[in-house]
């Protein structure tokens, strides 16, 4: 297993435009998350999931927002009609209930246009 | 808001021992102390975790006190490659609260 992944590392769209991003956890993972950081700032949560289940979202998810983890496998984030203010790093991580800290991914870097 | 206060930033040299002290006073009693390190364009990356006294591990020692209201990460004879941002959490098994966190630079 090579940790998590987040699939594209880059994006730059255009404002309006939609963007879809993934996660692959670690495969014994039941725990993911999705966070944004923006320079200068720590990462702030926006979902999570264990398995399948989307259990908490945060106020910070605007209905533009939408998150899935079908299978309880890899999470898509999907931002639609994307603004300037949504430029940002977004971090996906996964852990195990009951276990020892949180493995992040790479992160993708949006660039909205 | 998060959780804990720690210093914005921290300068050192190479081969000197690092602590970064944060404050949680409401920690709450199920809340484990963990810290993590960070990269530019990079992921945040566990260092330790603890709940009391002192744990230690191959990179980092974590001391806390008795009364578990603060936490010192202390980073033993540390390089250039230690330069980077650390964050103290406290984690229930939840989502975790990120602030700004330390700005550790490690000049030469």
């Known amino acids: 297993d090579t940790g998590v992944s987040q699939d594209p590392r880059h994006k730059i769209t255009k404002r309006g435009q939609n963007v879809t991003f993934r996660c692959d956890p670690i495969?014994?993972?039941?725990?993911l998350y999705w966070y944004r950081q923006t320079l200068g700032q720590g990462p702030e949560f926006l979902t999570y999931?264990?398995?399948?289940?989307?259990?908490?979202k945060s106020r910070l998810l605007s209905d533009r927002f939408s998150a899935e983890r079908p299978k309880g496998s890899f999470s898509t984030l999907e931002i639609q009609r994307t603004e300037q203010g949504d430029s940002a790093m977004y971090l996906c991580?996964?852990?195990?209930?009951?276990?020892?800290?949180?493995?992040f991914g790479s992160g993708t870097r949006l660039t909205v246009v | 808001l998060a959780k804990t206060t720690q210093p914005i930033s921290m300068d050192s040299y190479e081969g000197q021992e690092v602590n970064i002290t944060c404050s949680h006073n409401?920690?709450?009693?199920?809340?484990?102390i963990t810290w993590y390190q960070q990269f530019p364009s990079q992921g945040p990356r566990f260092i330790i975790q603890?709940?009391?006294t002192k744990v230690t591990n191959e990179v980092a020692s974590l001391f806390i006190p008795a009364d578990r209201k603060s936490s010192t990460l202390s980073l033993p004879r540390v390089s250039l490659s230690d330069t980077a941002v650390y964050y103290c959490?406290?984690?229930?098994?939840?989502?975790?609260?990120f602030g700004a966190g330390t700005q550790v630079v490690v000049t030469p």
């Open positions: 959490l406290l984690d229930s098994w939840g989502k975790l609260q």
């Open positions: 991580a996964s852990s195990q209930t009951g276990g020892y800290g949180y493995t």
């Open positions: 495969s014994e993972h039941n725990r």
């Open positions: 603890g709940y009391k």
């Open positions: 999931f264990q398995n399948e289940a989307q259990l908490e």
């Open positions: 409401n920690i709450a009693t199920n809340d484990y």
